[in-house]
């Protein structure tokens, strides 16, 4: 299981999750009912959850981190978490499939959100989770309305993710990433194999729980200044650190890891003079589960400066980790073209509903 380690999904702290409404074509709309009710799905998981997080309307599709669809054709659906950064600047990351104004629309907009936050379905945890009759579970979502092949049924149901993908908990069937099932499809545990599942239509305690421990206290990742060239020790407590870095001239930089940890480093361009995009993701790096060290090279341009978020998420207990910024050379390239990372090239995680 290296690698599966669902920390890769989780937005670093402080991340503004910028997003656009598709008002054009096939994914658009004009129905404002239906964006207000997803922007009150926002407000509630924010509120609710104090989470370090934010969301920021713009009006820009290349911008925007979340691409919000409401093809009526595609059913509901969404990325999970940080893969959203991987979609295709002209595709949704995410679709309605069905009106939101109702209680059980209004759960669907908590739901899919809750897949941007980084929360997989509730079904899938496999501690403590349902076992199933799964001839009738295939027969079941293979007729209308969901009309789903083998493999569909399979993955969205069926399959059991690695625990990691639920930071710890079990399964909770209350969650607003359950999803309805009639008895006749659960074996076990009881009472569900004689009561079924019922749909969930708000937020539970424990999806609240889980994002504050993903998200929750904003106070804890301070900003320093990285100097160049010099090894800065990480917080063993496993808590994020926010470092500016300032490149002397420009040129081609790595930024690095060391130690026997697992660490995410997620670069930034700061803008400050610009209130509607503060920074732009550049670059990302992660070891989960890796025996190598997370590690960016990049090309640098002076006189901007960049913020680096960097977060442990594992460190061996007699160890300690670092991290640094260097001077990599002069970049044969021109100014302005990034050599772009060494990133991990994983499948994206895709959920039809
Ligand atoms: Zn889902």
Not at 59 to 84: A, H, K, M, P
Not at 87 to 96: A, G, I, L
Not at 207 to 220: Q, T
Request: proline share 6%; net charge negative; glycine share 10%.
């Amino acid at each position: 299981m290296a690698g599966l380690r669902a920390e890769e999904f989780v937005w670093p702290k402080g991340e503004v999750l910028t997003y656009v409404f598709l008002k054009d074509g096939k994914w658009g709309t004009s129905d404002k009912e239906q964006m207000k009710q997803v922007e009150k799905a926002m407000n509630e998981w924010k509120t609710r959850t104090g989470m370090d997080l934010d969301f920021q309307p713009i009006g820009d599709q290349e911008d925007s981190l979340l691409r919000i669809g409401f093809c009526r054709t595609d059913g509901s659906w969404s990325y999970v978490g940080t893969e959203n950064r991987k979609v295709s600047k002209s595709m949704p990351t995410m679709n309605f499939g069905w009106d939101l104004t109702t209680r059980s629309g209004y759960g669907t907009a908590l739901h899919e959100l809750g897949h941007a936050l980084g929360l997989f379905h509730a079904h899938q945890n496999p501690r403590g989770g349902i076992k199933w009759n799964e001839a009738a579970v295939y027969e079941d979502l293979g007729n209308p309305p969901n009309n789903w092949d083998k493999e569909t049924t399979y993955n969205n149901i069926i399959h059991k993710n690695p625990p990691g993908y639920y930071y710890g908990d079990d399964w909770n069937p209350k969650s607003i990433m359950e999803y309805a099932f009639d008895p006749t499809l659960i074996s076990a545990p009881s009472p569900y194999d004689e009561c079924g599942i019922d749909e969930p239509l708000q937020l539970d305690q424990g999806d609240i729980e889980v994002i504050k421990k993903l998200y929750g206290d904003k106070a804890s990742h301070a900003t320093s200044t990285l100097h160049h060239d010099r090894w800065v020790r990480l917080d063993a407590d496993l808590r994020q650190q926010d470092f500016v870095l300032e490149p002397g001239p420009s040129g081609l930089y790595t930024i690095e890891t060391s130690g026997n940890a697992d660490t995410h480093l997620d670069l930034y361009v700061q803008f400050p003079g610009l209130p509607h995009k503060p920074q732009l993701h550049v670059a990302r790096d992660e070891d989960t589960g890796e025996s190598r060290n997370a590690r960016i090279t990049i090309n640098m341009l002076r006189p901007l400066t960049y913020l680096l978020k960097v977060r442990s998420v594992w460190q061996a207990c007699s160890g300690e980790s670092t991290v640094r910024f260097r001077w990599a050379g002069a970049t044969k390239e021109g100014p302005g073209r990034g050599r772009g990372h060494r990133g991990t090239h994983r499948p994206y995680h895709y959920f039809p509903f």
